[in-house]
């Protein structure tokens, strides 16, 4: 294990303290949230409960993106020494096995992960390209669309 990082016995997934720290207070969030909208409260209340809800996944699904996007244009490769290393590429690349590194995150089949991965490169700003393709990067013109997600103002679905 890598030093300064923490493993979730859950996934076998490897995350930073700054990670797992961040996470904590989303769910600290999510369950004084609960908590408030447990009691009985007015219509208004309950709208604004709603509202805030949706809010929240507008938000993280835009991290997700962003994650999914780096994800993405990482590509594992073997070096000389028979160890695996990782070589980062452009923000728009997309990596032979980036939707089967995501896929059982997301629980979902390869096909609906690639996707996704292409989702995400695409609305963080990128039109996505294999690694092995040498074109120059191109823009998808969609970043507008993904800041309003990053504010809470728009789903994924619309965007």
Same mark, same amino acid.
């Given at each position: 294990?890598?030093?300064?990082?923490?493993?979730?016995?859950?996934?076998?997934?490897?995350?930073?303290? +700054?990670? &797992? !720290?961040?996470?904590?207070? =989303?769910?600290?969030?999510?369950?004084? *949230?609960?908590? /408030? %909208?447990? #009691?009985?409260?007015?219509?208004?209340?309950?709208?604004?409960?709603?509202?805030?809800?949706?809010?929240?996944?507008?938000?993280?699904?835009?991290?997700?993106?962003?994650?999914? +996007?780096? &994800? !993405?244009?990482?590509?594992? =490769?073997?070096?000389?020494?028979?160890? *695996?290393?990782? /070589? %980062?590429? #452009?923000?728009?690349?997309?990596?032979?096995?980036?939707?089967?590194?995501?896929?059982?995150?997301?629980?979902?089949?390869?096909?609906?992960?690639?996707?996704?991965?292409?989702? +995400?490169?695409?609305?963080?700003?990128?039109?996505?390209?294999?690694?092995?393709?040498?074109?120059?990067?191109?823009?998808? #013109?969609?970043?507008?669309?993904?800041?309003?997600?990053?504010?809470?103002?728009?789903?994924?679905?619309?965007?």
């Amino acid at each position: 294990m890598r030093t300064g990082t923490t493993e979730s016995a859950a996934d076998g997934v490897v995350a930073s303290p +700054a990670v &797992v !720290a961040a996470a904590a207070m =989303v769910a600290a969030g999510v369950e004084e *949230l609960a908590r /408030v %909208a447990s #009691g009985s409260g007015s219509l208004g209340e309950w709208l604004a409960v709603v509202g805030a809800c949706q809010q929240g996944m507008n938000r993280l699904a835009a991290v997700q993106d962003v994650a999914v +996007a780096q &994800v !993405a244009r990482v590509e594992q =490769v073997w070096c000389e020494d028979g160890t *695996l290393g990782e /070589v %980062a590429h #452009g923000p728009d690349r997309v990596a032979l096995d980036a939707a089967d590194l995501v896929a059982p995150l997301l629980g979902v089949s390869h096909h609906r992960a690639q996707v996704r991965v292409e989702e +995400a490169v695409r609305l963080t700003g990128w039109d996505p390209t294999p690694v092995e393709v040498k074109d120059a990067p191109a823009r998808s #013109g969609l970043e507008g669309l993904h800041a309003a997600m990053r504010e809470g103002r728009l789903d994924g679905y619309r965007a």
